[in-house]
């Protein structure tokens, strides 16, 4: 079968639910079902009929509003491989960012947090940029942990992993804490995205303003921070000047950092002594 026709079929589909870059979509999906790259998916010129169907099955799919790095399984993120499923968030972009700006600052046998790790993405990432370092990755949910361990697992990447609540089953203390907790007002769930709902309402829902994470994070830190320790928080859009005025209560040299697109996005701040 002449694969233009199927990625032809596949754009229209894709096109007609208003799915944004939908040609790119459409790439990532034949390169999926034919284990090809895009280089070598531009060298074909036919597929069998089996793959054609599987192609156009996984665009309905898409089209229906999941989102395409659940049907392929996974993202690259941070120079690894992450898997996801509908247990975890998908990493996005501007959390890239926020291992880049952990990493800089941090010291060889630094011990690091990954607080709401979800996939893993950001202390796997860490992990992968910075093999000195002692990682744990935590998170409440038991369906988060068996894909972070997946994660650590596939990536060749030796971290501590624990399920807490927070930090009610963490021992011990650490030089880094980084988290990007839940943060979005429960009334504003129903408004989300079509695809963003398909994502768990545990890892989204930060509670009636959005905040509870946070004031919880910063109100138990100080017993897990030692001297001179960072806390690196991702928010959302509106966020940081609140975070970072809750900080205060425990921190000193407290700093908000914009994201790629210009959105204070990121919040730190060092552990009063």
């Not at 694969?3 to 208003?18: D, Y």
């Not at 971290?159 to 990007?180: A, Y």
């Amino acid at each position: 079968m002449d694969i233009q026709s199927t990625v032809k079929l596949c754009n229209e589909i894709l096109k007609n639910a208003n799915v944004l870059d939908y040609k790119n979509n459409t790439t990532f999906l034949c390169c999926y079902v034919l284990n090809k790259t895009r280089l070598e998916l531009m060298l074909l010129t036919s597929i069998d009929i089996k793959a054609h169907n599987k192609i156009i099955k996984l665009a309905k799919k898409r089209a229906s509003g999941l989102p395409l790095q659940y049907i392929i399984g996974y993202v690259d993120f941070y120079y690894n491989k992450i898997y996801v499923n509908k247990n975890v968030l998908i990493p996005r972009n501007e959390t890239e960012q926020l291992c880049d700006i952990v990493v800089s600052e941090l010291k060889p046998n630094f011990n690091v947090l990954d607080l709401c790790t979800g996939s893993g993405c950001i202390g796997l990432g860490i992990k992968n940029k910075f093999k000195n370092c002692n990682v744990t990755l935590s998170d409440v949910s038991k369906k988060a942990i068996y894909v972070a361990k997946k994660n650590a697992k596939q990536n060749n990447l030796k971290v501590k992993i624990i399920k807490s609540d927070l930090l009610n089953s963490v021992k011990g203390k650490f030089d880094v804490i980084v988290s990007n907790p839940p943060y979005i007002k429960t009334k504003d769930l129903e408004h989300l995205s079509i695809e963003v709902k398909h994502e768990p309402v545990l890892a989204l829902d930060g509670s009636k303003d959005g905040y509870a994470y946070y004031k919880r994070i910063i109100d138990e830190v100080p017993n897990f921070l030692n001297n001179n320790g960072r806390i690196y928080f991702e928010c959302g859009v509106g966020q940081a000047q609140k975070i970072a005025k809750y900080l205060e209560k425990n921190f000193d040299c407290i700093k908000i950092i914009k994201d790629y697109y210009g959105k204070s996005r990121f919040v730190t701040g060092v552990i009063k002594s």
